[in-house]
């Protein structure tokens, strides 16, 4: 199988997780462009989905699922979303895609997160992946002479804008022992909006793929 293939199976074995009568979390990708697609097949049996992006948002509203806004629901069952990077403790790096702002909201409403890769994406410590910033435009210049005080090498990812009308900062060379204290680390730095590690809320259950199978698997105490 190649990647994609396995990336579609992630995908559908997320399904088995998805109950009757509730809204799904959606997150953003091309693993989950396929938990979408699939998705569809049952969308009378959901009541609608919350997405973490435009792109996931028309996905899903092409397929007839129904787009709802996090503000006006009380409970959010499960999210599915994919990584970057995933390491033993079930840390990550996300925001490959760039959404990584509206990943990390949707992830922190949710009672349980479950993340579909590919078995590439499992590593012993996280940081080979450059880790996405989002930051605020007008301390683009502040923020990377922060990031680059923390040991990374910044670079702008060009031609790009958020979602939420902010610039991505990808920090090459980090080799992240701490991601939870990294993650907070980051959180103080003025203009930073989110960063792309999602450590303080992980994820709950892993459906790793690989050419034997997907893997359910929970992560390491
Ligand atoms: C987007 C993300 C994605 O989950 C991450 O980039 C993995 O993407 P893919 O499923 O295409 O490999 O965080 O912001």
């Known amino acids: 199988m190649n990647q994609d293939e396995l990336k579609r199976a992630a995908a559908h074995a997320a399904l088995d997780c998805i109950d009757d009568d509730i809204i799904v979390g959606v997150g953003t990708g091309s693993t989950v462009n396929h ?3 699939a998705l569809a097949g049952r969308r009378e049996r959901i009541r609608g989905a919350v997405s973490s992006s435009e792109a ?7 397929h007839g699922i129904a787009v709802l806004d996090l503000n006006g629901i009380d409970e ?10 995933i390491d033993g403790g079930f840390a990550m790096i996300k925001g490959g895609g760039g959404a990584l702002t509206r990943e990390k909201i ?4 949710a009672h349980r997160f479950i993340c579909i890769c590919d078995a590439s994406k499992r590593v012993a410590t996280l940081g080979n992946y450059p880790l996405p910033v989002e930051v605020i435009p007008m301390a683009r210049a502040h923020v990377a002479r922060e ?3 923390l040991g990374g090498q910044p670079r ?6 958020t979602d939420n009308g902010n610039l991505i900062l990808d920090v090459h060379g980090l080799e992240i022992r701490d ?9 103080q730095i003025v203009g930073v909006v ?20 997907v893997q359910r698997l929970a992560p390491a105490q």
């Open 35 to 37: 938990f979408i697609d």
């Open 156 to 161: 702008l990812r060009e031609g790009f804008v």
């Open 76 to 85: 959010l069952p499960v999210y599915v979303d994919g990584a970057d990077e």
């Open 56 to 62: 996931s948002s028309a996905r899903l509203a092409a």
């Open 179 to 187: 991601p939870v204290g990294l993650e907070g680390e980051l959180n």
């Open 147 to 149: 990031l680059a005080r």
């Open 106 to 109: 949707v992830a922190a409403v």
């Open 194 to 213: 989110t960063n792309g590690l999602f450590a303080r809320r992980g994820a709950d259950l892993l459906l790793l793929a690989a050419e034997s199978g």
